[in-house]
């Protein structure tokens, strides 16, 4: 057993100890052993970064049948290593902020136990070397998920969400479950690095057949990834506990989608059509999302609709064929989104749970470490030099424009303006100006503990820092030479342009004007109804898709079943009850009556011969 699969089972082990012995273990105890084991898994990982580890290791034949096997094996490289990192090192701090958020709860240990599930299989997913333990740890994702969005299951709206999200990302896994199976049919293998060797040199397989095979993995990653149309899920997602949002949104499931993406990037650069819809419904659901952003009166969904756009962007990113500028963002994105999460943490503990702007307003003073943090968190994910995701979002935007996309370009410096402005306004009506609050909430609000703090102050850190690591390093920056040849892509290197200033001056046109319209002219909360409700999606699909559904369930529920289904069960229940009647007459007990019964056989047989 290696270093690899000791960091991948760490995590496994706490959730079996924690689940197993959640109503004897102390509370203290349960999130020291929980967050333990995602630190000890994050210093194994690093530990291979620094030794250069790499290669695919497999253990054991998991299952095998005639012309199929599948193995359990993990592939470390430098991408899958990276995404573990994240995954590990962003999981680590919301477990430690976890601690503070959720000392109240009632069910401490079974939240803990459900965390380390999801950190185990988000790292099954990454560190799967098949397409086959790759779709475990896809499923144990939504699992997780699932459970976790509706951990406070007593509350109808959390029950809801999770079923929401179960039900739609169900979608993209039958997409990617049947994309598996064509791989299978058209290679031979579900080992990823074969299949991206094999891609590169089997022309037989032909250009239709890998655009359809690359549009079902299409399919499950906007699924994951909460991109347009199956994006509805993730909104709603936020009845979770706050810490669960961090995780979905920076480290875990939404990264998903674009890991899978960048993963197969050899298959789809071999699909120019199907890259060419990436790029696309990347652009829209980034512009979509922005501006349902701005509408947005619940500080959670403020987030959660950034959390789509900047998912859009790294679409976006890897449509054109950047997948080294999607994986940047990703990075810089995971650090920035957890801080604003963790920040709006420390705002709707402290006020019980409230999440609306309009009980909010001049916390600064109340929460002033707090305020800095997520203005921080805001000012990085505006795109303002030289916090993190401007060089990822600036050199994200600069490849689309020099890929010769330039509508596609104009479509990302619109995001930036409304990222911006919509961040700002999260600000400024949560912070600043008069307080909306009752005065006895507002007299009972202080600054959150050290232990909801400290991991906020790690994030800031690299939420100001992780940008110059693809940056710094000479010719190439650090991030791109450690993936090295991994992503098949070009190098890059940050320069200053004028496209550069561009960005700078847009992002500080959306600070500006939000700044202009919620703190000095104090403009309510209220947005359009349009945006509020996100171009109303959910309505259209409940008239579209719901309610029709709902119907024909009706339909064969009242009266197809009863007709035809219970109709074939009686008949069939009636007919076994007459063969039965007439054979239980033959068994009358009498010798006489068998003695019959055989003569007039043996003539039946007597004529059956004969003739």
């Known amino acids: 057993m290696n270093a690899t699969l000791i960091a991948l089972l760490t995590p496994l082990i706490g959730f079996l100890v924690l689940m197993f012995s959640s109503a004897k273990i102390e509370r203290k105890l349960a999130g020291r052993i929980a967050s333990g084991t995602v630190l000890f ?95 475990v740890g896809w499923e ?23 079923t929401k999200a179960f039900v739609v990302n169900r979608i993209g896994d039958l997409g990617l479950l049947l994309g598996i199976v064509l791989t299978f049919s058209l290679f031979g293998t579900s080992d990823i690095a074969t299949l991206c060797e094999q891609a590169k040199t089997q022309v037989s397989v032909g250009a239709p057949m890998m655009t359809l095979l690359t549009l079902l993995y299409f399919i499950g990653a906007i699924g994951k990834s909460a991109q347009a149309p199956l994006h509805v899920w993730l909104p709603d997602a936020m009845e979770g506990p706050t810490p669960v949002s961090a995780l979905i949104h920076a480290a875990t499931m939404v990264t998903a989608g674009v890991y899978l993406i960048v993963r197969l990037s050899p298959l789809f650069q071999l699909a120019p059509a199907t890259s060419y819809l990436i790029a696309i419904v990347g652009a829209v659901t980034a512009l979509g999302a922005a501006f349902a952003g701005v509408g947005q009166t619940e500080l959670k969904r403020v987030l959660a609709y950034s959390t789509i756009s900047q998912l ?5 990113a890897c449509g054109v064929g950047s997948y080294f500028c999607a994986m940047f963002h990703l990075t810089t994105h995971a650090f920035v989104k957890a801080l604003l999460f963790l920040s709006a943490g420390n705002v709707i503990h402290m006020m019980h749970g409230a999440t609306r702007m309009e009980k909010m307003g001049g916390l600064k003073e109340k929460l002033p470490k707090t305020n800095l943090l997520f203005l921080l968190g805001v000012v990085a994910l ?52 008069t307080s909306r609050l009752e005065e006895k909430i507002l007299k009972g609000i202080k600054e959150a503990p050290h232990v909801m703090l400290a ?36 190098h890059l290197n940050f320069e200053w342009s004028s496209l550069t200033l561009r960005s700078i001056m847009i992002a500080f046109a959306g600070l ?12 309510s909360v209220d947005g359009l109804a349009i945006l509020q409700k996100a171009f109303f999606i959910d309505t259209i699909y409940i008239f579209l898709l719901v309610r029709p559904l709902a119907f024909i369930s009706r339909v064969i529920a009242f009266i197809l079943e009863p007709l035809f289904f219970e109709g074939i069960l009686r008949s069939l229940s009636n007919f076994i009850d007459a063969t039965g009647s007439l054979l239980q007459r033959a068994q009358s007990g009498q010798v006489r009556s068998y003695a019959a019964w055989m003569a007039i056989g043996a003539v039946a047989l007597f004529v059956f011969l004969i003739f």
């Open 41 to 135: 898994s994050f210093l194994a990982f690093l530990s291979l970064v620094f030794n250069k580890t790499t290669g695919l290791f497999t253990y054991f034949t998991w299952f095998s049948v005639p012309g199929f096997e599948v193995s359990f094996s993990l592939k470390i490289d430098p991408l899958s290593l990276l995404m573990a990192l994240i995954i590990t090192g962003v999981g680590y701090l919301i477990h430690v902020f976890s601690v503070g958020y959720m000392d109240h709860d009632e069910e401490f240990p079974r939240y803990f136990a459900l965390l380390n599930f999801f950190i185990f299989s988000m790292l099954t997913l990454v560190l799967a070397g098949n397409l086959v333990l790759l779709f």
């Open 140 to 162: 144990g994702v939504g699992l997780a998920s699932y459970l976790l969005i509706g951990f406070w299951y007593h509350r109808p709206a959390a029950a809801q969400a999770a």
């Open 312 to 316: 859009g962007l790294m679409f976006l």
């Open 382 to 433: 505006s795109g303002i030099p030289p916090f993190a995701a401007f060089f990822s979002k600036d050199l994200l935007l600069d490849q689309v424009a020099h890929a010769g996309f330039h509508k596609l370009y104009l479509t990302g410096l619109i995001v930036s303006f409304l990222t911006a402005f919509y961040l700002g306004r999260a600000y400024f009506l949560t912070f600043t100006g």
């Open 455 to 490: 991991p906020l102050a790690f994030l800031a850190f690299f939420s100001v820092f992780a940008g110059f690591f693809g940056w710094i390093g000479g010719q190439q920056g650090l991030l791109q030479t450690f993936l090295g040849n991994t992503l098949s892509a070009e």
């Open 512 to 523: 500006g004007a939000s700044w202009f319209i919620y703190k000095l002219k104090a403009r």
